[in-house]
C-alpha cells in the first residue's frame, strides 16, 4: 500500500501513536491548500506561510485531540480558524497594499485575457471589502470547495445558516463587485 492510498485519518491515527512523519505527509497533502485559504483571508504571503506552520504545529501538539470518527480535513480547518482568530487579534498585522497587489498577480492566470485580469482583480478587491465572516465562508465554499456539512462543522453552525450566509455574501459580493466595475 502506498502512501497516498492511506486516508487523512489513518495518517492522524500513526500519528496519535508517535509516528510523527505522518504528520509530515498531511502537511505534503494539504499545506498548500491553506496556505490559499490563509493567503485570500489575509492577503499577506509571509503571514499566511506562518499561518500554513502554525496549524501544522498544532495538528503535532494536539495530535492526541484528534478524534478518528471526525474528518481530518475538518478538524484542520477548525485548527486554521482559531489560528485565524489568533492573527486577527494581533493588531500589529495589517497588510500593505504591494503585498495584496503581488498576491493578486499571483492568483490570476496570466494566460488569462487583459478584460478577464481586470475583471478577477475588481473581484479580488471586492471580496477584500467583504465582512471577514463572509470572506471566510466564501473561501471556505468557492476556493477550498469545503462542503457545506463540513463547513457547518469548522464553524460550529448549522447547514441551513451556513447556506443563507454564503448566500448573502455572494449577493453583497455581487453588488461590490458591480459598484467597483462602475466605478
Given at each position: 500500500m502506498q502512501i497516498?492510498?492511506?486516508?487523512?485519518?489513518?495518517?492522524m491515527l500513526k500519528a496519535q501513536r508517535g509516528e510523527l512523519d505522518a504528520v509530515g505527509k498531511l502537511y505534503e497533502r494539504y499545506s498548500k491548500k491553506l496556505f490559499n485559504f490563509f493567503i485570500r483571508i489575509t492577503g499577506n504571503r509571509d503571514d499566511s506561510a506562518d499561518?500554513?506552520?502554525?496549524?501544522?504545529?498544532?495538528v503535532l501538539k494536539y495530535r492526541?485531540?484528534?478524534n478518528p470518527e471526525h474528518q481530518f480535513r475538518t478538524w484542520m480547518y477548525q485548527m486554521g480558524r482559531n489560528c485565524l482568530t489568533?492573527?486577527?487579534?494581533?493588531?500589529s498585522k495589517h497588510p500593505n497594499i504591494e503585498d495584496k497587489d503581488n498576491?493578486?498577480?499571483?492568483?490570476?492566470n496570466d494566460e488569462n485575457s487583459n478584460n478577464q485580469v481586470s475583471q478577477d482583480?475588481?473581484?479580488?478587491?471586492?471580496?477584500?471589502?467583504?465582512p471577514f465572516e463572509?470572506?471566510?465562508?466564501?473561501?471556505?465554499?468557492?476556493?477550498?470547495?469545503?462542503?457545506?456539512?463540513?463547513?457547518?462543522?469548522?464553524?460550529?453552525?448549522?447547514?441551513?445558516n451556513i447556506k443563507i450566509k454564503v448566500h448573502r455574501t455572494l449577493k453583497r459580493l455581487k453588488e461590490i463587485y458591480f459598484e467597483m466595475e462602475d466605478a
Open positions: 497516498s492510498d492511506i486516508s487523512d485519518e489513518a495518517l499561518l500554513t506552520q502554525n496549524v501544522f504545529y498544532r492526541g485531540s484528534y489568533d492573527y486577527r487579534k494581533d493588531s498576491v493578486l498577480s499571483a492568483l490570476l482583480a475588481i473581484l479580488f478587491k471586492a471580496i477584500e471589502n467583504l463572509g470572506k471566510e465562508l466564501l473561501v471556505m465554499c468557492k476556493f477550498q470547495k469545503l462542503k457545506y456539512e463540513e463547513i457547518a462543522k469548522i464553524t460550529n453552525d448549522s447547514v441551513p
